[in-house]
């Protein structure tokens, strides 16, 4: 599975759903299956399939590697969390990953993770950016 593949998922997504999602469910590589999963959850419509298609997104995110990249990630999942309104989610993960930060050992790397975050959701809830930008704080104290 390369970057066509999930491209390709994510286009026919648009189209048929839940066609999509059984594709995405199907990708080996949790990272990869993260992404897809995700990327079809915000085409799904709001219900079941749809919560469950974010669940299993936030799943695959948990069995990357290390905390590092469990972190980025979820980014994604964070990402299709906002988008179909789903912020007491949103809030429940970003804490999730949050506590993972003191798991990746060099500094830079936990100020870098902190800054994807922000830049690539900049739109986040208030409470939730305030508590990105106080871990943040820690780090470059």
């Known amino acids: 599975m390369d970057e066509a593949d999930l491209l390709e998922i994510n286009r026919l997504a648009h189209i048929a759903p839940e066609k999509s999602l059984k594709h995405a ?5 949790p990272w990869v299956r993260c992404e897809a999963l995700a990327g079809v959850a915000v085409s799904l419509p709001e219900g079941k399939l749809q919560k469950q298609a974010l669940h299993e997104s936030i799943d695959a995110a948990m069995l990357v590697r290390d905390a590092a990249r469990i972190i980025e990630a979820s980014i994604r999942p964070l990402e299709a969390l906002l988008s179909v309104g789903r912020s007491d989610r949103f809030a429940s993960l970003l804490s999730r990953i949050l506590a993972m930060l003191p798991d990746v050992p060099d500094p830079a790397q936990r100020r870098e993770l902190l800054r994807l975050l922000l830049t690539r959701i900049p739109y986040m809830p208030e409470k939730c950016r305030r508590e990105v930008v106080h871990a ?3 780090v470059l104290e």
């Not at 469910?25 to 590589?29: H, P, Q, S």
């Open 136 to 138: 943040l704080d820690g």
């Open 25 to 29: 469910r199907g990708i080996r590589d």
